[in-house]
């Protein structure tokens, strides 16, 4: 998997491509949001267009990287959900718990 992070004001916009699955990618999301949150950024957006694959593996990530930026003080929303993903957050209950949205503009505008 691959991360690219990008500064929008003082929110952080994490663009994940490939595949969050036990390993890499799970490691990638977690070092990234460590080290943004050591830097001192309360504000995180995970971008998932382009993530094809997500395993349980993934999804435990996730919940974890939320559980960790939120008991930092901070706020982690999902953005631009693939057709599958969303499925997978469905079925595990997991919408109710994270702030999702489809346009960029709407969820820098949701920290405000």
């Not at 991360?3 to 595949?19: A, F, Q, S, Y």
């Not at 694959?53 to 990530?61: P, T």
């Amino acid at each position: 998997m691959k991360i690219e992070t990008r500064t929008v004001g003082d929110t952080r916009v994490l663009d994940c491509t490939g595949k969050i699955t036990l390993g890499e990618g799970t490691m990638s999301i977690r070092n990234t949001v460590r080290d943004i949150l050591q830097g001192g950024a309360k504000k995180i957006v995970l971008n998932l267009a382009n993530i094809n694959y997500i395993d349980s593996s993934g999804v435990g990530e996730l919940v974890s990287t939320y559980t960790t930026v939120v008991n930092g003080g901070g706020q982690l929303k999902l953005l631009s959900l693939t057709k599958r993903t969303r499925e997978l957050l469905t079925i595990t209950k997991l919408l109710t718990v994270f702030e999702v949205f489809d346009d960029e503009k709407a969820v820098l505008a949701s920290f405000k």
